[in-house]
């Protein structure tokens, strides 16, 4: 498929997208982004992650735009230096944990550059510090911790509970916060201001590259807003059919190259 419009920047997501279920970047990937390069085409990344857990990327794609991470509740340099960052306020971030224990499951709280958990053997804890390759630090009180955070997650494997809680924040915050679930398992808590299709508006404005000549890549719920904001959106063969059907175009699963088969295709303009 020949490439349909400009394309002078492509956002991608990380996990479930860019990387394998086994977190890893395949050379085919690195290939794929140098190629992006080689065109004069921009690469740029956005997560859940906290930035510090995006910069094992950096070397690998030769990054140079801003860091996304916290679903852009934090843009940092590719020298790790943080230039913007988008606080829960503290009442709202006291709320969301409220909300969060009442539906039985387990708050993580991202402050500063901490990482804060009430049980350092609470579920998904050691795969996700696996993940981003630091450990989290545990307490019983994110009083001090929640004037400054960035961003709240509940964690549960209750999919049920997990969505009851995500109906109830966004009944009690509204307009006082952007949730979303970033996993099954994950609810994201940030400032209303901070989700990824304030990601491509962000990168759009500091890069002065116009919203249409924007593609952006996921496999989440929390990516369709950044869809929204792009000229070109692409879904991954593993997200939901919710998610596909908020895209322009479908590629592959991440278990079978579909974000490096997505830009040679759609980006790039290779014969399939």
């Known amino acids: 498929m020949a490439q349909q419009r400009r394309i002078s920047l492509v956002l991608s997501d990380v996990d479930g997208t860019l990387v394998t279920g086994d977190k890893v970047l395949t050379e ?11 065109a004069g085409i921009r690469f740029a990344i956005t997560s859940g992650r906290p930035p510090r857990g995006m910069e094992m990327f950096i070397e690998p794609l030769g990054l140079d735009t801003p860091l996304a991470g916290l679903n852009g509740g934090v ?13 829960l306020p503290a009442d709202v971030a006291a709320a969301a944990i409220d909300i969060i224990r009442r539906h039985g499951l387990s708050p993580w709280v991202y402050s500063g550059s901490d990482w804060l958990v009430s049980d350092l ?6 795969r996700e510090a696996s993940t981003v390759g630091f450990a989290p630090a545990a307490t019983t009180d994110f009083s001090l911790a929640i004037t ?12 049920d509970a997990m969505r009851r809680c995500a109906d109830a924040t966004h ?6 916060a ?26 759009s404005r500091t890069l ?12 989440g719920h929390n990516d369709v807003l950044m869809f929204r904001k792009s000229g070109l959106s692409i879904a991954m063969g593993n997200a939901s059919d919710t998610v596909k059907a908020a895209a ?18 759609f980006i790039l303009g290779d014969a399939t």
């Open 28 to 38: 085919r990937a690195r290939k794929a982004v140098r190629r992006l390069r080689e």
């Open 75 to 87: 843009y940092a340099t590719e020298k790790m230096d943080v230039v913007e960052e988008k606080q």
């Open 121 to 126: 053997k609470g579920p998904h804890v050691a």
């Open 148 to 159: 400054q955070a960035v961003k709240i997650v509940g964690v549960g494997d209750d999919i």
């Open 171 to 176: 009944a009690t915050l509204g307009g006082l």
């Open 178 to 203: 952007s949730a979303s679930c970033s996993q099954p398992y994950y609810l994201d808590i940030t400032n209303r201001d901070a989700n990824k299709g304030a990601v491509a508006e962000y990168l």
């Open 208 to 219: 002065s590259i116009p919203a249409a000549e924007i593609a952006t890549i996921g496999d």
């Open 248 to 265: 322009s175009v479908t590629t592959a699963s991440h278990e079978d190259e579909g974000f490096a088969k997505a830009i040679e295709r």
